[in-house]
């Protein structure tokens, strides 16, 4: 069974950065597009990055391209989100998906992402 564990979510200062991480086991890493997604209580799951199976292609929401990044490693099944410029709205509980078919590019569709991890916390307030 796919297992997608996020980490590193945390309490921020508004301009401040955090990076999370999801460590993902039990399929091929390397030949699955990787997607960042968050939610907020109460609202829809909205997508905030993806990447390509390669690494070689990223994606972002409009929301937050030029602050956040997204990368991978695919020698320790890894996929990281680099969040700089914290802003109040992007609190959300961030979750990290797994594309269901590999070697797919990303979608912000959620039901063609078939796996999803726990979720960590991220809240940003002074």
């Known amino acids: 069974q796919v297992q997608l564990v996020e980490s590193g979510g945390d309490l921020a200062q508004p301009g401040g950065s955090l990076r999370l991480s999801c460590a993902a086991s039990r399929f091929t890493f390397s030949s699955y597009t990787m997607g960042w997604f968050r939610q907020v209580l109460g609202k829809e799951r909205e997508f905030v990055a993806g990447i390509s199976w390669s690494g070689l292609s990223t994606y972002y929401a409009d929301s937050v391209k030029g602050r956040f990044t997204i990368s991978r490693d695919n020698v320790n099944n890894t996929v990281y989100l680099q969040m700089n410029s914290l802003k109040p709205e992007d609190t959300a509980v961030y979750y990290c998906?797994?594309?269901?078919?590999?070697?797919?590019?990303?979608?912000?569709?959620?039901?063609?992402?078939?796996?999803w991890g726990q979720g960590t916390q991220v809240t940003v307030s002074s």
């Open positions: 998906a797994k594309r269901s078919s590999p070697r797919t590019l990303w979608t912000p569709v959620l039901a063609l992402y078939d796996s």
